[in-house]
Nanobody
């Protein structure tokens, strides 16, 4: 059974930082790409960052230079370090893996950026 569990969300002031983590089980993680996506209130879910099995990372323009995605294939985790957070980063953040012809999501972790 493939399972993804996010953690690390919370309330932070503008300019602050958070580190989200996604724990993956049920697959040999080293063989799969992983995405981080987010959904802000009233908006569609959007891709934030992705990391290929090779370790190659890509980011949406709005987070480039502020977010850093990483992966630990031994521990089967992916982190995203988020710096200089802004109110527009407020959203529920999800990790996603495509495996066995299906898409698997975590339950999400909420990030709120506010004074």
């Amino acid at each position: 059974q493939v399972r993804l569990v996010e953690s690390g969300g919370g309330l932070v002031q503008p300019g602050g930082s958070l580190r989200l983590s996604c724990s993956v089980s049920g697959i040999n993680f080293r063989n799969y790409d992983l995405d981080w996506q987010r959904q802000a209130p009233g908006k569609p879910r959007e891709l934030v960052a992705s990391i290929q099995r090779s370790g190659l990372a890509d980011y949406v323009d709005s987070v480039t230079g502020r977010f850093t995605i990483s992966r630990d294939n031994i521990g089967a985790t992916s982190d995203v370090q988020m710096n200089n957070l802004q109110p527009e980063d407020t959203a529920v953040y999800y990790c996603k893996v495509d495996a066995f012809g299906r898409t698997f999501w975590g339950q999400g972790t909420k990030v709120t950026v506010s004074t």
